[in-house]
Each structure stands twice: as structure tokens, then as C-alpha cells.
């Protein structure tokens, strides 16, 4: 490189009090910056469109296309309802979610369910949503017996933290993954597939039956066409295993280190309460820096009453809560394993939910009097919050007799 060459990449730096001097001229000249503006008021507001664009507090949905996944799953293909005013679908990161508004028998309930379609699909005007019905579902039950095409459905825009970032998330993704909880995946697949995002995946994928399987024959597809990008090992709990390349069993330790490079791959799990729990215990030999595990919402514990700490005494009562939320004043009763949520979702009090798991705050509530189980699992609230009595009703559970303040959301 010559020396005229070596010119083109020199650097000034100023000194510090250089640097300094140059912050006492930042008010003269935004005032002349003032001054000078137009006095013409300001009509658009392209900061604040965009953000409701992204986070809208609603949309309004229709769905378009019911496809059969498996015998207990299937994908409902949602677009925009332009009659209720939902225009274009809100922008998403592959892996998060939308919390559904149904109302089951007069009584409105929230549920999240992952996205299972690419975020490039909401700009083509599509979500994807693939469901699978639970035994003793509450809502799945009411969805298979009522969803129809043409059905209106209404949602929260995208919400949740269960997706890749390139600062904190190492490039080798592995995603462990139970029952329905493979549809944050799919997302994550075809979004890498797509090249929006610089990653591979290997999916380790626990199925109790064979034709329980979701996405089997895409995902062989999708691995075949991008050996590169995406691996899929599918591993049956059953007791016979036709299915060729399946392991047997569950996501043990030996799986995990048969197919992943542990100590250079960040690991996503999602999937039923009890994978979770078989999984964590798994990892924990690994000796891995919490930062390089990832954990998908579950929703509500179904046997709180099992946790240590739970007050095994209470576990038969109910309870009365006094509940305020907005000009309502109403006393409900609670059972001691029921979460405050529930019980306020049966009195038909259309409490503010999202996630359902104690993490993004926007069921935060006031409590008043009275003494509740928080779970330790996903405790999620700040020491603020732990101070001054704020819980949030997903996760929580009256042990006596309780007056609380919910917020009421629009």
C-alpha cells in the first residue's frame, strides 16, 4: 500500500477537550434549529404509526385455510378481517407468539399459541397457527368443535422472548422440542431457510406415537433441500418404532451430545411441563451458563400442589377474592390450586392476560390483603414489585382469603 493509498484510511481524533468544547455548542445550535422550523403544525407522526403497526393492542383475524397436521394437530391459516379494521398483519420475530381472545360458552379466555408460519409470511398477509387438542383442553376442545374457514378470531399482536439474538445467541441453535411445542421451530426454520437469519438448527423432537408426529414430512423436506441450515432428529417415547433415523426414548444427555456440539450451541426449548422439567435436569450435567438456555412460556403449572414449598394443608380449600377491576367490584371463589387468573376467567371477569406464565407483566396486579403461593419457576417480578405487594395472577395462587386490584385493558 503506498503512502497516498495509506491517506484515504487515516483517522482524526479529536482530544478530549476538544471532544468537550464541541458538546457547549449542541444548545445554541438546536435553537437555531428551533427557530428556524416551520410553524406549520405537524400532521403525520411516522415514529408512533410504525410502533402501533408493530404492537397493536388487537388485530382481527379470519380464518382462511384449515389443514390436518396430525390426528390431534391442526394449522389454522389467519388473515387480516379488513371489515373490523385490521388492515395488514403486525411484524414478528420467528418464535414468538399471539395470545388468542375466545369466548368458550359466554366466558372470554386467553390463550398463547407460537406462530408457526415465518415472519415473511405476515408481510404476504398470513399467520399460521397449528394447535394440538388437549385431552381436558378447555379451549382446543371448543376450537375443534367450532373453527371453521370464515371464523373470526381476535389476538394481541406478536409477543414474547423466545427468539434468536446474534448478541447474546451462538450461531448453532439447538431446539429441544415436545408435543406442539415444535411450531416456534418451523418458524425459526424457514426463517433461517429464508436467509433472514444467520443460524442452524438441529431440532431434537419427542413425539409419544408415530402419526402424532407435526411438520414430519416438511421438516424431511426442508433438512433434504437444506442440509446446511436445518437437522431434525425425531425421538419416540412409544413402544414400537416402524419409522426409519428415529431415536427412541427421550432427550437424554447421550442424545443431546450425540448430535450437538454442546459447548458452542445455545439450546431453545419448548414443549409440555413436564419435558421441561425431564430436559433441565439433563442440561444441568452440561454445566452451561444460563444465557445459552433459552425457555419458551409453558403457561399455567398443572400440580402446583407437588412443589415443595406449595402449603399442602390449603390444597382442598376455596377461597373468596375480592376483586376490583375497573368500576367492578366483585367477591369470586378460588380454589388454593387454581390460579387467580382462572378463577377470575370463570366468574366471567375478562381479567388482562397474555403469556400466561408469569412473564410479560401484563396481568400485573395489586394485592390488597390476604396471602398467595407465587410459583418459583417463573418468578418473574422486579424487587419494586415484590415490595409493594404487585403479583401477577397467572402464576399465582390464594392460600387465604384475598382483595386485589386488576387493571382493566381495553
Given at each position: 500500500m503506498t503512502e497516498k493509498d495509506k491517506e484515504k484510511f487515516l483517522i482524526t481524533v479529536k482530544s478530549n477537550t476538544k471532544d468537550l468544547f464541541a458538546f457547549t455548542k449542541l444548545v445554541p445550535n438546536r435553537k437555531k434549529r428551533i427557530e428556524n422550523a416551520s410553524k406549520e403544525p405537524i400532521i403525520s407522526?411516522?415514529?408512533?404509526?410504525l410502533a402501533r403497526k408493530l404492537h397493536p393492542d388487537r388485530q382481527y383475524l379470519t380464518i382462511s385455510e384449515i389443514i390436518d397436521?396430525?390426528?390431534?394437530?391442526?394449522?389454522?391459516?389467519?388473515?387480516?378481517?379488513?371489515e373490523l379494521g385490521t388492515?395488514?398483519?403486525?411484524?414478528?420475530?420467528?418464535?414468538?407468539?399471539?395470545?388468542?381472545?375466545?369466548?368458550?360458552?359466554?366466558?372470554e379466555v386467553t390463550r398463547?399459541?407460537?406462530?408457526?408460519?415465518?415472519?415473511?409470511?405476515?408481510?404476504?398477509?398470513?399467520?399460521?397457527?397449528?394447535?394440538?387438542?388437549?385431552?381436558?383442553?378447555?379451549?382446543?376442545?371448543?376450537?375443534?368443535?367450532?373453527?371453521?374457514v370464515g371464523t373470526k378470531v381476535v389476538s394481541s399482536g406478536p409477543e414474547g422472548f423466545f427468539y434468536f439474538e446474534p448478541l447474546r445467541d451462538l450461531k448453532n441453535i439447538v431446539g429441544i422440542a415436545g408435543g406442539s411445542g415444535i411450531t416456534p421451530f418451523r418458524s425459526i426454520a424457514k426463517t433461517i431457510i429464508e436467509?433472514?437469519?444467520?443460524?442452524?438448527?438441529?431440532?431434537?423432537?419427542?413425539?409419544?406415537?408415530?402419526?402424532?408426529?407435526?411438520?414430519?414430512?416438511?421438516?424431511k423436506n426442508l433438512e433434504r433441500e437444506h442440509p446446511d441450515k436445518l437437522k431434525v432428529v425425531n425421538i419416540l417415547s412409544c413402544e414400537e418404532v416402524s419409522l426409519k433415523g428415529c431415536e427412541t426414548g427421550f432427550?437424554?444427555?447421550?442424545?443431546?451430545?450425540?448430535?450437538?456440539?454442546?459447548?458452542?450451541?445455545?439450546?431453545?426449548?419448548?414443549?409440555?411441563?413436564?419435558?421441561?422439567?425431564f430436559v433441565a435436569n439433563e442440561l444441568?450435567?452440561?454445566?452451561?451458563?444460563?444465557?445459552?438456555?433459552?425457555?419458551?412460556?409453558?403457561?399455567?403449572?398443572?400440580?402446583?400442589?407437588?412443589?415443595?414449598e406449595f402449603p399442602k394443608e390449603v390444597a382442598e380449600k376455596s377461597f373468596k377474592v375480592k376483586v376490583h377491576i375497573g368500576s367492578?367490584?366483585?367477591?369470586?371463589?378460588?380454589?388454593?390450586?387454581?390460579?387467580?387468573?382462572?378463577?377470575?376467567?370463570?366468574?366471567?371477569?375478562?381479567?388482562?392476560?397474555?403469556?400466561?406464565?408469569?412473564?410479560?407483566?401484563?396481568?400485573?396486579?395489586?394485592?390488597?390483603?390476604?396471602?398467595?403461593?407465587?410459583?418459583?419457576?417463573?418468578?418473574?417480578?422486579?424487587?419494586?414489585?415484590?415490595?409493594?405487594?404487585?403479583?401477577?395472577?397467572?402464576?399465582?395462587?390464594?392460600?387465604?382469603?384475598?382483595?386485589?386490584?386488576?387493571?382493566?385493558?381495553?
Open positions: 407522526d411516522p415514529i408512533n404509526d397436521q396430525s390426528k390431534s394437530a391442526k394449522t389454522f391459516k389467519l388473515k387480516p378481517d379488513q388492515k395488514e398483519l403486525a411484524y414478528f420475530r420467528a418464535g414468538q407468539y399471539l395470545s388468542l381472545k375466545v369466548k368458550v360458552n359466554g366466558v398463547p399459541y407460537s406462530i408457526a408460519s415465518s415472519p415473511s409470511d405476515a408481510l404476504k398477509g398470513f399467520y399460521e397457527l397449528t394447535i394440538r387438542k388437549e385431552e381436558y383442553g378447555f379451549l382446543t376442545n371448543n376450537i375443534w368443535d367450532n373453527w371453521k436467509g433472514k437469519m444467520d443460524a442452524k438448527l438441529i431440532v431434537l423432537y419427542g413425539s409419544s406415537e408415530e402419526d402424532d408426529i407435526i411438520f414430519y414430512e416438511e421438516f432427550i437424554t444427555t447421550q442424545i443431546i451430545e450425540k448430535y450437538c456440539d454442546v459447548k458452542n450451541s445455545t439450546f431453545f426449548i419448548c414443549g409440555p411441563q413436564i419435558m421441561y422439567e444441568k450435567r452440561f454445566d452451561l451458563p444460563q444465557k445459552r438456555i433459552r425457555r419458551e412460556a409453558f403457561g399455567e403449572i398443572k400440580d402446583i400442589v407437588n412443589y415443595p367492578i367490584t366483585k367477591e369470586i371463589p378460588a380454589m388454593a390450586t387454581e390460579s387467580i387468573l382462572v378463577a377470575m376467567e370463570r366468574a366471567n371477569l375478562a381479567p388482562p392476560s397474555k403469556c400466561r406464565s408469569g412473564e410479560c407483566g401484563f396481568c400485573r396486579s395489586l394485592l390488597i390483603s390476604g396471602d398467595i403461593y407465587i410459583s418459583p419457576v417463573s418468578d418473574w417480578r422486579k424487587a419494586a414489585d415484590k415490595k409493594f405487594r404487585y403479583f401477577h395472577p397467572c402464576y399465582s395462587y390464594p392460600i387465604s382469603n384475598l382483595e386485589i386490584i386488576v387493571p382493566r385493558h381495553l
